[in-house]
């Protein structure tokens, strides 16, 4: 992809994690979003929902965010 020495697939996610956190999007949806398991054993136990609409919609608005910093003109550029 390019991005050799640049960037790493961890990266991403913690970029992912964290403009999610900071736009105030749901913090269960971020996990579930990057697979990430329940620490907390009680509520792993009792909790089985995908929140799979959710998910969908928070990937949406990512891929609608990305899109929207990759076709942003450049200062200078326009």
Same mark, same amino acid.
């Given at each position: 992809? @390019?991005?050799?020495g640049?960037? #790493?697939? +961890? @990266?991403?996610?913690g970029?992912?994690? #964290?403009?999610?956190n900071? +736009?105030d999007?749901?913090?269960?949806v971020i996990?579930l979003?990057?697979a +990430?398991?329940?620490?907390?054993?009680v509520?792993?136990?009792?909790?089985?929902?995908?929140?799979?609409?959710?998910?969908?919609?928070?990937?949406? =608005? =990512?891929?609608?965010y990305v899109?929207?910093?990759?076709?942003? #003109?450049?200062? @200078?550029? @326009?």
């Amino acid at each position: 992809m @390019g991005y050799k020495g640049a960037a #790493t697939a +961890h @990266g991403f996610r913690g970029l992912f994690s #964290t403009v999610c956190n900071e +736009h105030d999007k749901d913090p269960d949806v971020i996990e579930l979003c990057l697979a +990430h398991v329940e620490r907390d054993s009680v509520r792993a136990a009792y909790n089985a929902a995908r929140k799979l609409k959710q998910r969908a919609e928070l990937l949406q =608005w =990512w891929a609608d965010y990305v899109d929207s910093k990759r076709l942003a #003109t450049p200062p @200078g550029d @326009g």
